[in-house]
């Protein structure tokens, strides 16, 4: 069993930056791939960024440039730093690691 706590969320005007993270529970975090999600109002939850146990990343193509995800082992905690962020970007955020998922943190980006 591992329990994902997400933290960081807020309102942040648009151009702004945000760092989310995600406190992960048990002992085996080292070996997993982490992940973050999003679900904006009346959309489909969708894939934002993952992070290898090598620490090999990848990014949608909507937040490639922007967004930064990163993690530390001796914490258990997996980041995501965003940057520039745009009105498109607000919806909750989760953090994902198969086959578990966080209770997300919401992310507005509105002036």
């Known amino acids: 069993q591992v329990q994902l706590v997400e933290s960081g969320g807020g309102l942040v005007q648009p151009g702004g930056s945000l760092r989310l993270s995600c406190a992960a529970s048990g002992s085996s975090f080292r070996l997993r791939t982490m992940g973050w999600y999003r679900q904006a109002p009346g959309k489909e939850r969708e894939w934002v960024a993952t992070?290898?146990?090598?620490?090999?990343?990848n990014y949608a193509d909507s937040v490639k440039g922007r967004f930064t995800i990163s993690r530390d082992n001796a914490k258990n905690t997996v980041y995501l730093q965003m940057n520039s962020l745009k009105p498109e970007d607000t919806a909750v955020y989760y953090c994902?690691?198969?086959?578990?998922w966080g209770q997300g943190t919401q992310v507005t980006v509105s002036s």
């Open positions: 994902y690691t198969h086959p578990y």
């Open positions: 992070i290898g146990s090598s620490g090999i990343t």
